[in-house]
């Protein structure tokens, strides 16, 4: 029997990308928002325009004493998701759609982990890359494409940082940093595509260009704008990250390549569509290439992604695909998240092993 009745969300954070989620979870039938708690007057200002029926509150304890809750979605700062999610925990266990990164030190890993097994509620850490259409359509015909992928290769060439509340994504200190931050998605598809834990990180990068000229209350960002990093899995597969966060010029955003006894997949991604030149024409439409090595010749698949959700959002589609598997499960069609409390600890461990990599010139064993 199918659930009809309206789902209301609350929602922790309603900067940048709270309003994408916003936008996407008004393409939902069967949902609305309760209340939104958004400490920045402008921010909060877009959240009411997309949300008018939504009560703004002042505070999270306000919001988790709004009525009528069904779930959950936190947005906010990085350095803001562990006393979030603590807080969520201790007043009222709803289920929660929490952004990533989980959390940004390495010494919150164990509070984190504790919250979930007591948590009475599922808790989905968002990672939105998994549901780019070119991407899903990667890790859906990989096994076939590769005959098992032993080599994964990952390379993003994107646009600097955009400018948040209070620049907080400019510094280690509130962000976790770029490796954590931006690229959690990454080493989360890693585990995911391959199946495996890793086991050692080898790394190289820093900061070459990026907000070297900006100061902020003071201080110069730090934030990492480019690096490599490799990755040595337990079952013996490797995988292979490439950043560069002044490359905006790019035709793809993201390119994955996957390589297995058989042959190899690619997914080519293309950035935001707002951010493409007008005077370029159309932006470029992702593909999935397979490359098998016998008959040789490449198969060119085309994944158009339907321009409302291109609309919606910065992720190619993906975060509109993500709510949809959420509200499956607020509704009890799902049994579980995809993208589990665990799944979003690894990410956070890989990002953080290979900003040691780099900062302190070692491998990192995990």
Known sequence: MQDSRVITYGVIGCGMMGQ?????????????????FEPDAAMRARAAALAPGARMVDSVADLLAHPGLDCLLIASPNHRHVEQLQAVAAHRPLPVLVEKPLFTQASDAAAVAELAARHAAPVWVAMEYRYMPPVARLLEMAQEATGGIRMLSIREHRYPFLSKVGQWNRFNRYSGGTFVEKCCHFFDLMRLALGSDPVRVMATGGQALNHLDEVHDGRTPDIFDHGYVAVDFADGTRAMLELCMFAEGSRWQ?????????????????????????????????????????????????????PTLLDAGDHNGSTFYQHRGFLELVRGQRDRPDVSVEDGIWAVRMGLAAQTAMIERRVVEL
Request: charge should be negative; charged fraction near 20%.
């Open 254 to 306: 993201e390119e994955i390549s996957a390589v297995g006894p058989r042959g190899k997949i690619e997914a080519f991604v293309p950035g935001p569509t707002r951010f493409w030149p007008a005077h370029l024409g159309d932006p470029p439409v992702a593909q999935v290439v397979v490359s098998p090595r016998e008959p040789r010749g490449p198969q060119v698949h085309v994944i158009p992604v339907d």
């Open 20 to 36: 994408e989620h916003l936008r996407n979870i008004a393409l939902l039938p069967g949902t609305a928002i309760g209340a939104i």
